[in-house]
């Protein structure tokens, strides 16, 4: 395997020092493998995507083994916005300009159906995860506040969204406690959790279920052949079926994979509790930025913001200070709050922004690089996944058939190529 700048090091790391982690309860203790274990399905990563395909597989009746390197919950899964956003990445109209519109119209469902999903496995497991209904999403520019006003009826009369609501300038500035935005748009569907208690929701539901997940064990290699082999530092798992589910952490394992799906750090603080109600509605928040802000309250009334990327593969020294500037652009008057809290993640990103589900090998499959939409999505491709290797192939399919290009320049040139792209989208935000 050829370890690349995004691999942590060995694995066996602590959670992230994040707001979530300090409030998602007692965090569970799952040992490392050790010696040799056997079993129907070996899944690699214990995020949404790995949690969830292991869920459903220990459901119909499979052995399955997680092996996270990690904690469960460690990688994107964690650390996000929590937010949740209906629809896909892509907006329907661009999806039915590239992939016609019945492919548009079966993506959609899908995103619906995902949306379905994440509600029922909350209710079925009884999961406690804040979630809170309602995004708005702020039109920083004002030459795009009457495509945004058009754009909202486009999307819920001709697809069927929302039904999204057009907001102006004083409700808008009234919603999200702040002037800066021209106008607004409120999608009741979409919202936020808590997403490291969903992770480990997803976990507890999984064990119960009879999977057997293995923390602090980093898989290092894969052998291919009628079954998988797969080795951590202490131990080897022998399976006839293996799930790919590292995200933007998988570096290495998977050449084709590599190529197509690109980890970007993304950050966020947390402030201080705060003396008012930002956002009385307790609605998420996000804008029209290349680079999104992204933001909402958290039950004791912090203020969790993200927002500002990297295009190197180091985190800024000072987090805080580094998402704070961004903050403050949109809440002048919290300059003076103090940051509790600030950390950052990786997630996977795709070049036409949707998910990367394959299926690599007769007996290996993936699923990945959501783009910044995964709080969603990640657990329903986990699931399609799990259906998938039980032999019902339609969901799968829908989205294996969406073409998915390697970044140019390989894995070694494509970050300063995507830096130039990136810049140039984020000097726009600006002008
Ligand atoms: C800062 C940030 C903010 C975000 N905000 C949002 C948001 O608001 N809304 C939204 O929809 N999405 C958001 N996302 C994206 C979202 O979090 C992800 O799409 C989603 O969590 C992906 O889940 P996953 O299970 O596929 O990957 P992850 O949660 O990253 O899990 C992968 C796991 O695999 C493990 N792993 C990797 N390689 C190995 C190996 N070789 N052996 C063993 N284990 C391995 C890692 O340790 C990790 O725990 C955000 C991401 C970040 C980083």
Known sequence: ???????????????????????????????????????????IGGGYTGLSAALTLAKAGYDVVVLEANKVGWGASGRNGGQIHTGQRRDPDWLAGRLGEPAARRLLALADEAWHFQRALIRDHAMEVDLADGLIHGIHKPRWVEDARREADHLTTKWGLGPIRFLDKAETAEKLGTEVYHAGTLD????????????LGIARAAAAAGATIFEDSRALSVRHGAKVEVTTPDGVVTADTLVLAGNGYLGGLDPETDARVMPLNN??????????????????????????????????RRLLFGGGETFTPKFPKDIRRFVTRHMTAIYPRLKAVPIDYGWGGTLGLTVNRLPYVRRPKPNVWVAAGYSGQGVMLAPFAGHILAEAIRGQTERFDAFADIPCPPFPGGTLMRWPTLVAAMSWFALRDRI
């Open 1 to 43: 395997m050829t370890p690349t700048a995004f691999m942590p090091p060995l694995g066996r790391a602590p959670h992230a020092p994040s707001w979530y982690a300090a409030t998602a309860g007692a965090l569970p203790s799952h040992a490392p493998l050790k010696g040799a274990r056997r079993a129907d399905v070996c899944v």
């Open 188 to 199: 009741p569907k979409s919202g936020h959790l808590h997403p490291l208690k969903f992770a």
């Open 267 to 300: 950050f966020i603080l947390a402030t201080a509790p705060l003396p008012e109600d930002l956002i009385p509605g307790n609605e998420a928040a996000s804008d029209t930025r290349f680079v999104v802000y992204y933001w909402r309250q958290t039950p004791d």
